[in-house]
């Protein structure tokens, strides 16, 4: 580009003291060779060929066929939504719509679900009992409908993150920006390995378990297998990718949005002594630094799915559902193994990124035009 302009001569001035349009079309559409060819604002601080940063009162507009707006490049996972037109009360007014329709939405789908059953197949039932045994999981029907209802979380996600950030849904999946398959695979392994572990080695200082499937096992189980593996995904989506992301970025720290969403996320889980809320937040605080770490959701995603289908798996095949869905204490030994398969996992996990060497920032050098 230099060795160019020194060839042509310069266009004169005008009489207005600005340079002269020229007269030849194609050196009026000139594009410099540096400068992509195709468009969306990317955030500031991105870095042209030279290596040199864009002055910070000039952002660098990167032309990309992408929809939405980009994060800065070499932002971490938290940061994501820092976008040239980041303001911090879209983050704040985000998480209040978010949090608002995870209660709305629960609640009045599940409530339809069961009365939808009820009406078609046990009207002649009491529906105060019968939605009391399904709110209870004493029927299969009742956790189709709450798993169902948490599942909605991924859309609302995706409808906040475009709606009130203008960024693309993609972004929640990772840095890359979208889902890596290869490594969620991995996790599920690990995580079926290191969880199960934990729980087995509890049981050899507590009391072992007596295998007797209840009754009405394999409805639950097919509900366990078709829909909960949806359910914890959307929980992760919400509360470890959007509501992260959102809280993440009103600070230039990522620990702000990692430790208040695992809060959140403890607390949501309704009454627990001590002990359970200690392991639940553990669990929250885990995934949620290593989604920061490893750049995506897929680690946190697989230890979520796995200890949801076993936990209720083992259950309906040594005791009830129902007992583990109305759990709301447990020992301080329980909750140490708990803790401490979660954070074996968390470190294969985390070993397994490092040695797939995954991004972890954002690097805009490396997107495509879209097809």
Same mark, same amino acid.
């Not at 938290?78 to 985000?94: D, F, N």
């Not at 990692?258 to 002990?275: D, E, K, M, R």
């Not at 954070?343 to 097809?371: E, M």
């Given at each position: ?55 910070? @009162? ?49 609640? *009045? ?10 009406? @078609? ?17 004493? /029927? ?18 995706? *409808? ?17 920006? /979208? ?133 209720? @798996? ?19 030994? @329980? ?37």
């Amino acid at each position: 580009m230099a060795k160019q302009d020194r060839k042509r001569p310069a266009a004169p001035p005008s009489k207005g003291g600005r340079p002269a349009r020229s007269g030849n079309p194609a050196v009026r559409s000139q594009r410099p060779t540096d400068q992509p060819k195709s468009a969306v604002e990317a955030g500031t601080g991105q870095r042209g060929r030279a290596g040199n940063a864009a002055p910070a @009162t000039e952002p660098v507009r990167v032309r990309l066929d992408l929809p939405g707006l980009l994060p800065p490049d070499g932002a971490e996972y938290p940061h994501v939504l820092r976008t040239a037109q980041y303001a911090w009360w879209r983050s704040a007014l985000g998480v209040v719509f978010g949090l608002s329709l995870f209660l709305l939405m629960t609640t *009045l789908i599940s409530q339809a679900v069961v009365a939808l059953v009820w009406a @078609t197949t046990a009207a002649d039932y009491s529906y105060k009992a019968y939605f009391a045994e399904a709110y209870a999981f004493r /029927r299969p029907i009742g956790m189709l409908a709450l798993n169902l209802a948490i599942s909605t979380l991924i859309p609302i996600s995706w *409808l906040l993150i475009t709606m009130v950030h203008q960024v693309a849904p993609r972004w929640l999946s990772s840095v890359q920006p /979208r889902l890596r398959w290869r490594y969620l695979w991995i996790c599920m392994g690990v995580a079926v390995i290191a969880l199960n572990a934990a729980l087995l080695l509890s049981l050899l200082v507590t009391e072992p378990l007596h295998f007797h499937m209840q009754q009405g096992f394999w409805g639950f189980f097919a509900v366990i297998l078709l829909t909960s593996p949806i359910q914890a995904a959307a929980e992760e989506v919400f509360f470890r990718g959007y509501l992260m992301q959102a809280l993440g970025s009103l600070f230039s720290r990522p620990w702000f949005g990692v430790i208040v969403s695992s809060a959140v996320f403890a607390l949501f889980h309704g009454t627990q002594n001590v002990p359970l809320f200690i392991d639940r937040l553990a669990f929250g605080l885990l995934a949620a630094i290593l989604v920061w770490k490893t750049g995506g959701l897929e680690a946190g995603i697989a230890a979520h799915v796995v200890n949801n289908v076993f936990a209720y @798996t083992i259950a309906g095949l040594t005791g009830s559902i129902a007992e583990l869905r109305a759990i709301q204490q447990i020992t301080w030994s @329980t909750a140490a193994f708990d803790v401490g398969g979660f954070a074996l996992f968390a470190v294969l996990a985390y070993l397994i990124a490092r040695r797939l060497k995954l991004r972890t920032r954002v690097d805009l050098s490396t997107l495509r035009a879209a097809s």
